[in-house]
C-alpha cells in the first residue's frame, strides 16, 4: 500500500471461455492488496486456469454480504489498497455486487476504473440479430407470475430492444409471459450457453420461443426482445386502442384514466377510444365494468 487513497478496480471476468478473459486480468489478480470476489471457489478456479496466483487478501463480496462488507473495503482503499472487483462472470455491477461499493468509494472522492471484459449482454445483442442501436437492459424479472406480468406491462411500449436475464427452470414461464403481454408474434432471441462449448442461439417469434422452452431448457440464459412498434403518427385500429387500455387496467388504472391516457397518447377523442373497449366486450359477451360515457 502506498499510504495515499487506493483505487478500486472493476474487472470483467470471462462468462464461458477463459481464453476471453482480458490481458490484463491476470496482472491485476497477482498484484492487487484485496481481492474481493463474488465466489472465492469459482476465483480459485479462474487463477488456476490463467495460471496466476494471489498474494493480496481475498475476500468474498457477493449479494448476502455487500452491504456489511462495503464500508471494510471502502476503508482498505482510504488506506491505499488497490481492490480488484471480480464476479462469476462479466461485468461487476450489471446484476451483480459492485453498485454499492462503487457508489460508497466515489462518495469518499476514491478513484474507479474498469478492466473491461466480457459481457453477456452485449454478447447477445450482437447475437441476436434485433435492432441494436438502441437498447435497454432489464436484468432479471420478477419470480412471482403477478410481478413478472405486471413488470412486463410497464415496458410494453419500450421502443428500445430489451435484453433480460432468465434462470433456465423460470424461461417457459417468461417467454409465455412476453408472448402474452408483448404479442406472439414479437420477435425475440433466447441465447443460452455464451461462448461454453454447448453455446446456442434461438431466434423467433415470442410464441414459437415458449413453446420450444416449455420442453425444458439448461445452461446460463439471456433474453434478447424486439421494441415495441413506432407507431407514432400511425392511426391506431380499435383492437390496438382495446389492447393499450387492458394494459394500463391490468397495471392498476382505473379505466376511465386509462381511456383519457390512451386517447391522449394517440391523439383521439376519448370518445373514440371508449367506444372500441365498449364494442370489444360486447363482441365478447361481457359487459364493460363501469359502462360509463368517459367524458
Request: net charge negative; with cysteine.
Amino acid at each position: 500500500m502506498t499510504g495515499t487513497t487506493g483505487t478500486l478496480v472493476l474487472a470483467g471476468t470471462p462468462i464461458g471461455d477463459v481464453a476471453d478473459a482480458p490481458p490484463r486480468l491476470a496482472a491485476e489478480l497477482e498484484t492487487a492488496d484485496v481481492v474481493a470476489a463474488e465466489d472465492t471457489r469459482r476465483l480459485r478456479r479462474l487463477t488456476q486456469a490463467l495460471g496466476v496466483r494471489t498474494t493480496g487478501r481475498v475476500v468474498s463480496y457477493f449479494e448476502g454480504n455487500e452491504a456489511a462488507r462495503t464500508p471494510e473495503l471502502v476503508e482498505a482503499l482510504a488506506d491505499g489498497a488497490r481492490v480488484l472487483l471480480v464476479t462469476d462472470a462479466g461485468m461487476p455491477s450489471v446484476s451483480d455486487p459492485g453498485y454499492r461499493l462503487v457508489a460508497a468509494a466515489v462518495e469518499r472522492d476514491i478513484r474507479v476504473t474498469a478492466l473491461p471484459g466480457p459481457s453477456a449482454v452485449l454478447t447477445a445483442l450482437a447475437l441476436s440479430a434485433l435492432p441494436v442501436d438502441r437498447f435497454c437492459f432489464e436484468g432479471f424479472l420478477p419470480r412471482k407470475a403477478g410481478e413478472r406480468l405486471g413488470k412486463l406491462r410497464e415496458v410494453a411500449d419500450e421502443r428500445r430492444t430489451m435484453v433480460f436475464f432468465e434462470a433456465p427452470h423460470r424461461l417457459d414461464d417468461t417467454l409465455a409471459a412476453m408472448a402474452e403481454v408483448f404479442g406472439a408474434d414479437r420477435r425475440a432471441a433466447v441465447c443460452r450457453e455464451l461462448t461454453k462449448t454447448y453455446e446456442e442461439v434461438r431466434r423467433g417469434p415470442l410464441g414459437e420461443l415458449a413453446a420450444w422452452a416449455a420442453e425444458g431448457v439448461r445452461g446460463e440464459i439471456t433474453v434478447v426482445v424486439e421494441g415495441a412498434a413506432d407507431t407514432t403518427g400511425e392511426r391506431p385500429d380499435a383492437a390496438e386502442l382495446v389492447r393499450r387500455v387492458r394494459v394500463r387496467e391490468e397495471a392498476g388504472e382505473r379505466r376511465k384514466e386509462a381511456i383519457a391516457a390512451v386517447a391522449a397518447d394517440a391523439h383521439l377523442p376519448k370518445r373514440e377510444v371508449f367506444d372500441a373497449v365498449v364494442a370489444a366486450k360486447n363482441a365478447a359477451g361481457t359487459t364493460p365494468s363501469d359502462g360509463k360515457d368517459p367524458a
